[in-house]
């Protein structure tokens, strides 16, 4: 008789857990914080299973394949206890010990408290629909593909972090701003530049200004952008609610975002609270720059006076006419919020010119989203122009209006990212691969 009120009581306290897990309000919370994290963005199907993973990240180590995180018992995350779910999250190792390639980043999502975590946890086993999807090994040579010397990797490279606290009398605004992208945004994983052995040189802007100052390889044929205050590639020249539009819709009068930063933007930000992108903006915007001596951009009008009456003898001028004035018009101010300027455009300001070669060359799209449902098109060029006509048309966009660059772009530069291009999508598109 005992025995079996025992084994009621038990009956119902796991019961109660059970329910707690999934109750539907930590459930909803958890989407919304998955959707902060923007889960989906690596670790959908190829088919658009949501969370099935299978997905590829082309990486300087070799192309990482993302696994299954749905509540697929056989093949996903299903048989996962809390305590298995963040130590995978927060410490980058798997329920058989393995360690995750650094591709999962980790250390921004050891900052997340543990009730987002166990929001996430409830979601992640409640609201999402498991998938019986085998999880496809990542393509990384011998002897980068060994597991075990990760583990050392991450008590060197990733030390531990601990839960996010805002400091002393930090404003809520800021600190909230600062959880978010310091944490589940984790936007230091792609905009901050790393070591020769892989780790982002700051975790934190208390790590120094090397945080959030740009990427330092590109990754799938594209740079991720200078974040901090600097006045010619960063956001110096942004107020917050330029950033604020930008975080929302993917657009403002500076700029367009292209790559991963369209899906960032659609899969994500634009499913954010108002409070939350006003917080990300105003923290993003305390940041001060990385180069403060970096001079403002000032316009120059020098160059849309001489198109205008018809001088077009500057190299690449004449293809910039025919192909790209009209979106972007000749004095390169583009149309608010559609067609991006190019004057003054930090990415066209950027050191690095991989994005703008990559987007002349197989073009981009981004998305309508919720406030802007237009979808912004910049079409290839990549298959009417040569090697040559694409560096010629890059030099002069990154030297005209006041936009100040003392890189030149050769041919051999434009050659190397088409075969970039090529090697990573195969012959899918073969004008734009070749060129012709």
Same mark, same amino acid.
């Given at each position: 008789?005992?025995?079996?009120?025992?084994?009621? *009581?038990? &009956?119902?306290?796991?019961?109660?857990?059970?329910?707690?897990?999934s109750?539907?309000?930590?459930?909803?919370? &958890?989407?919304?914080?998955?959707?902060?994290?923007?889960?989906?963005?690596?670790?959908?199907?190829?088919?658009g299973k949501?969370f099935?993973?299978?997905?590829?990240?082309?990486?300087?180590?070799?192309?990482?394949?993302?696994?299954?995180?749905?509540?697929?018992?056989?093949?996903?995350? &299903?048989?996962?206890?809390?305590?298995?779910?963040?130590k995978?999250?927060?410490h980058?190792v798997? @329920?058989?010990?393995?360690?995750?390639?650094?591709a999962?980043? +980790?250390p921004? !999502?050891?900052?997340?408290?543990?009730?987002?975590?166990?929001?996430?946890?409830?979601y992640?086993?409640?609201?999402?629909?498991?998938?019986?999807?085998a999880?496809q090994?990542?393509?990384?040579? $011998?002897p980068?593909?060994?597991? #075990?010397?990760?583990?050392?990797?991450?008590?060197? +490279?990733?030390p531990?972090?601990k839960?996010?606290?805002?400091?002393?009398?930090? /404003?809520p605004?800021?600190?909230r701003?600062?959880?978010?992208?310091?944490?589940?945004?984790?936007?230091?994983a792609?905009?901050?530049?790393?070591?020769i052995?892989?780790?982002?040189?700051?975790?934190?802007?208390?790590?120094?200004?090397?945080?959030?100052?740009?990427?330092?390889?590109?990754?799938?044929? $594209?740079?991720?952008?200078?974040l901090r205050?600097?006045?010619? /590639?960063?956001l110096?020249? #942004?107020?917050?609610?330029?950033?604020?539009? +930008?975080?929302? !819709?993917?657009?403002?009068?500076?700029?367009?975002?292209?790559?991963?930063?369209?899906?960032?933007?659609?899969?994500?930000?634009?499913?954010?609270?108002?409070n939350? *992108?006003?917080?990300?903006?105003?923290?993003?915007?305390?940041? &001060?720059? @990385? /180069?403060?001596?970096?001079?403002?951009?000032?316009?120059?009008?020098?160059?849309? @006076?001489?198109? $205008?009456?018809?001088?077009?003898?500057?190299?690449?001028?004449?293809? !910039?006419?025919?192909?790209?004035?009209?979106?972007? @018009?000749?004095?390169?101010?583009?149309?608010q919020?559609f067609?991006?300027?190019?004057?003054?455009?930090?990415?066209?300001?950027a /050191?690095?010119p991989?994005?703008?070669?990559?987007?002349v060359?197989?073009?981009?799209?981004?998305?309508?989203?919720?406030?802007?449902?237009?979808t912004?098109?910049?079409?290839?060029?990549?298959?009417?122009?040569?090697?040559?006509q694409?560096?010629?048309?890059?030099?002069?966009?990154?030297?005209? #209006?006041?936009?100040?660059?003392?890189?030149?772009?050769?041919?051999?530069?434009?050659?190397?990212?088409?075969?970039d291009?090529?090697?990573?999508?195969?012959?899918?598109?073969?004008?734009?691969?070749?060129?012709?």
């Open positions: 008789m005992k025995k079996g009120i025992l084994a009621l *009581i038990l &009956g119902t306290l796991t019961f109660s857990a059970l329910a707690d897990d109750n539907s309000d930590l459930v909803k919370r &958890g989407e919304y914080l998955a959707r902060a994290g923007d889960c989906v963005a690596c670790h959908t199907s190829k088919d949501a099935a993973g299978g997905l590829p990240m082309v990486t300087p180590i070799g192309t990482i394949y993302s696994t299954n995180i749905t509540p697929d018992k056989s093949t996903g995350i &299903g048989d996962y206890s809390y305590d298995d779910f963040q995978a999250v927060r980058g798997a @329920k058989n010990g393995d360690t995750l390639y650094p999962m980043p +980790f921004s !999502y050891a900052v997340v408290n543990d009730d987002d975590m166990k929001a996430l946890y409830a992640f086993m409640h609201g999402v629909a498991p998938v019986n999807q999880n090994d990542s393509d990384i040579p $011998w980068l593909s060994m597991r #075990w010397p990760l583990a050392i990797w991450r008590t060197v +490279f990733a531990e972090v839960a996010f606290k805002p400091a002393e009398q930090e /404003d605004t800021l600190a701003g600062r959880y978010l992208v310091e944490g589940l945004g984790h936007c230091g792609c905009h901050t530049p790393r070591s052995t892989m780790q982002e040189k700051a975790l934190t802007n208390n790590e120094g200004n090397d945080y959030l100052s740009g990427s330092s390889a590109p990754v799938d044929g $594209w740079t991720a952008s200078n205050g600097d006045n010619r /590639d960063g110096g020249r #942004w107020s917050e609610d330029d950033l604020s539009q +930008f975080l929302r !819709y993917g657009r403002n009068d500076h700029t367009a975002a292209f790559g991963g930063m369209t899906e960032v933007v659609e899969h994500s930000l634009q499913h954010l609270s108002d939350d *992108i006003t917080a990300i903006a105003r923290y993003l915007k305390s940041l &001060g720059a @990385k /180069d403060p001596h970096q001079t403002v951009f000032s316009v120059d009008e020098a160059t849309a @006076k001489a198109l $205008w009456k018809g001088d077009d003898h500057q190299a690449g001028a004449s293809l !910039y006419v025919d192909s790209c004035a009209a979106c972007h @018009k000749t004095d390169g101010s583009g149309y919020r067609y991006p300027a190019l004057r003054g455009n930090p990415v066209v300001l /050191d690095d991989t994005s703008l070669i990559h987007i060359l197989v073009g981009g799209e981004l998305p309508g989203v919720k406030g802007a449902p237009s912004i098109t910049m079409p290839a060029f990549g298959w009417r122009m040569n090697d040559q694409v560096a010629d048309v890059v030099n002069f966009i990154r030297t005209s #209006w006041g936009n100040k660059s003392d890189k030149q772009v050769s041919a051999k530069d434009v050659a190397e990212q088409r075969k291009v090529k090697d990573r999508t195969g012959s899918a598109d073969i004008k734009v691969l070749e060129g012709k």
